[in-house]
């Protein structure tokens, strides 16, 4: 069965901190894309991070780069996302999503499976 565990979200003062974890299970992760997605209230969902596993390569939103960080542990079979210098804009539900397919998307719809969601909120 596939399963994504997510954690590490909660509430952060903007220019803090948080790293976001999404375990998996029923799959080895470095055989897929993987990315970060999140939705803010009444926006749609949105790329913030991608990992690419046939050629490794990394992509980040334009709102994100030089803040985030998207990793992976082979052995644990998890993905991070380290974020730092969080801003307001940042608040939403964050989800860790892979794709089966083998063809490299940024579009949420090209996703198979997803994460429960975690919230990151950003307010002082």
């Known amino acids: 069965q596939v399963q994504f565990v997510e954690s590490g979200g909660g509430l952060v003062q903007p220019g803090g901190s948080l790293r976001l974890s999404c375990a998996a299970s029923?799959?080895?992760?470095?055989?897929?894309?993987i990315a970060w997605f999140r939705q803010a209230p009444g926006k749609e969902r949105e790329g913030v991070s991608f990992?690419?596993?046939?050629?490794?390569?990394?992509f980040y939103a334009d709102s994100v780069k030089g803040r985030f960080t998207i990793s992976r542990d082979n052995a644990k079979n998890t993905v991070y996302l380290q974020m730092n210098s969080l801003k307001p804009e940042d608040t939403a539900v964050y989800y860790c999503a892979l794709a089966q397919s083998g063809i490299f998307s940024v579009s949420p719809y090209d996703y198979d499976y997803w994460g429960q969601g975690t919230q990151v909120t950003v307010s002082s």
């Open positions: 029923g799959f080895t992760l470095d055989y897929y894309d």
């Open positions: 990992l690419s596993a046939r050629e490794g390569s990394i």
